[in-house]
């Protein structure tokens, strides 16, 4: 057998083609249906109206980093290392903690509200909801986190377009029907995040997962994993998250508005990333364990070629934005078509960030890590401000390209110190070629 054929069997028995396509299927369809959203809402929503509902999106991302503390992630590392009876009380210790930084945050938002309310567009009302649907967010991530380490993709992938599928039609009733305008959004996001957490928690119930006794060794274990993640969340947030903040404070809620509709339409390419990352991440994992130099080549030649196959893909969406936002989004949202193109470029940057960040993870230096996006998240916030003063709404988005591109090569470096693949060897004569 061709040693490239046994490359890709090694991927068919590890079950990573079938899982991709699931994954990637799922994730379509789950962006698909915010995107048909969109000629809708953006004809009966302001662009005023439609920033608001990006900073609610926008907030509940904040709140993620401090409600849970990240510890969920710690799930997916410990399901292999321990029993299915230690586990159980594991997933029940990070749901405790989860419990304890609810209401601890729910506190501080209360006591903080009026300067949050400036900063955010949002009324205090709102701005407790966001916590509380950031804990929900937290008990779905438990249940699809447990369904991807073992391997159960089509459920992971029903579940994400489920609760899509509630949210848009929730959402159009409320917006459409009752008149609710932007109010009915929130709503749509926050009543579909209570019934798909209620239908997660039943899930982790009925299979044995959740349990009344609460192990604090395994508390202890899981801050110790989540807490030194946080300057990495806060960095990706910096990254992801500030460009619409800036846009809002510095513009106005109203070109906030249309930049969120540029970037939504540009987010197409990044859950397409995601979805493929999360077939892939496993099944490196796995073969890091035992890689000969062919196999090592191989890898990082199909990696080069992704990260050729990721920037024309951003480029053809750029070319095509004008058209696309005429016909998805209306007159109201045409300035945001000269953005889309560094928008797409950045997440491809993040595409290819994936596919490096891995190395880094399977190697434990985490630390570094977070260091690396703490440092591109501070370079973002005053790449954006100073772009956007210059730029308008096309500084935001050139910023987040940029550091982007800066958070990529950063980790590509620490990817190479911490696990060396032969990124500058990988085209020499496969002298190996067909073995194991």
């Not at 890709?8 to 083609?17: L, R």
């Not at 419990?99 to 949050?116: D, K």
């Not at 060794?217 to 946080?230: E, T």
């Not at 696309?324 to 209306?330: E, K």
């Amino acid at each position: 057998m061709r040693a490239k054929d046994l490359f890709f069997e090694s991927m068919k028995k590890a079950g990573i083609i079938n899982s991709a396509g699931i994954y990637v299927v799922s994730s379509l369809v789950t962006s698909a249906i915010p995107f048909l959203l969109l000629p809708i809402l953006t004809r009966i929503l302001t662009p005023a109206d439609y920033g608001i509902v990006a900073m609610f999106g926008i907030w509940i991302s904040i709140l993620g980093v401090f409600v849970g503390l990240s510890v969920q992630g710690a799930i997916g590392i410990r399901y292999f290392e321990y029993s299915r009876a230690n586990m159980q009380q594991y997933v029940s210790s990070c749901i405790y903690i989860l419990l304890l930084t609810t209401v601890f945050t729910v506190v501080c938002v209360f006591i903080f509200r009026s300067v949050l309310e400036k900063y955010t567009s949002l009324p205090s009302q709102w701005l407790i909801c966001g916590v509380i649907v950031a804990g929900m967010q937290f008990v779905i991530s438990v249940r699809l986190s447990l369904w991807q380490v073992a391997k159960l993709p089509l459920k992971y992938g029903t579940l994400q377009i489920i609760q899509s599928a509630i949210n848009a039609a929730l959402s159009l009733w409320l917006v459409i029907v009752v008149g609710f305008a932007w109010e009915g959004r929130l709503i749509g996001i926050s009543a579909t995040g209570l019934v798909v957490m209620l239908g997660s928690l039943y899930s982790l119930w009925r299979e044995g997962w959740l349990t009344l006794n609460i192990n604090l060794n395994y508390v202890q274990d899981a801050l110790k994993f989540g807490v030194p993640l946080i300057p990495h969340v806060l960095g990706g947030m910096l990254l992801t998250a500030i460009d619409r903040v800036m846009v809002a404070n510095l513009l106005g809620i109203d070109h906030a508005g249309v930049y969120t509709v540029a970037l939504q339409i540009g987010m197409v390419l990044s859950l397409f990333t995601v979805a493929v990352n999360q077939a892939y991440a496993p099944w490196l994992f796995e073969q890091l364990r035992d890689l000969n130099d062919y196999k090592k080549r191989k890898i990082v030649r199909y990696t080069y070629l992704y990260f050729i196959a990721l920037t024309v893909v951003a480029s053809i969406i750029g070319m095509y934005a004008n058209s696309i936002i005429s016909i998805v989004a209306g007159n109201q949202f045409k300035d945001g078509a000269e953005v889309v193109i560094y928008i797409t470029m950045g997440f491809a940057f993040g595409g290819m960030y994936f596919m490096v960040t891995n190395y880094v993870f399977y190697a434990g230096t985490t630390g570094k890590l977070a260091v690396n996006t703490l440092i591109a998240g501070l370079i973002n916030v005053i790449l954006t401000y100073v772009l956007i003063q210059k730029n308008g709404i096309t500084g935001a988005a050139q910023g987040f390209m940029i550091s982007q591109a800066f958070l990529f090569l950063g980790t590509w470096r620490l990817a190479h110190y911490a696990h060396p693949m032969p990124w500058w060897k990988c085209f020499l004569k496969d002298r190996d070629e067909g073995k194991d």
